[in-house]
């Protein structure tokens, strides 16, 4: 009798990850299903150096860069940056510990946003649109 009971629960247990697996694989599926995404981590400045990068999703919007943490249920992005606000420093390969968090072949972008420092990374490609996206605000709209 125990042995059911504890066979029902590991049942339980594995249709319960198998459906939270599947939640997540819809709703990123949600996301990218405008297009307009790419893979994308994001560090604060207020993570010590090397940690702190959060694996996440960028998606054009317009003027908007939304940015959606990967393991998340929520279908709203977890940070907005709106591109006359946005201003991109410099960028680098990763150091460190960070050549483990990123991955493989990302570059760190340091920008600057309303909300203070921020870095993101992403792949070359990626890269080089993001950049072309923060460059063609439309004649008259004032850079930051």
């Avoid at 949600?30 to 959060?54: E, M, Q």
């Amino acid at each position: 009798m125990l042995l059911v009971w504890l066979l029902d629960a590991l049942a339980a247990v594995v249709v319960l990850g198998l459906l939270a697996l599947a939640l997540l694989a819809v709703r990123r599926r949600y996301i990218t299903h405008k297009g307009g995404t790419f893979d994308c981590s994001l560090r604060s400045h207020d993570a010590p150096h090397g940690k702190g990068w959060v694996l996440g999703i960028g998606r054009y919007t317009g003027d908007e860069l939304q940015w959606y943490r990967v393991f998340s249920y929520s279908t709203r992005p977890r940070r907005l940056f709106v591109r006359r606000d946005l201003q991109v420093l410099d960028n680098r390969d990763p150091t460190g510990v960070e050549v483990f968090s990123l991955l493989a072949g990302a570059v760190v972008v340091r920008c600057r946003h309303g909300d203070g420092p921020v870095e993101l990374a992403m792949t070359p490609d990626s890269l080089t649109g993001f950049l072309s996206w923060v460059e063609s605000a439309p004649p008259g709209v004032p850079r930051a």
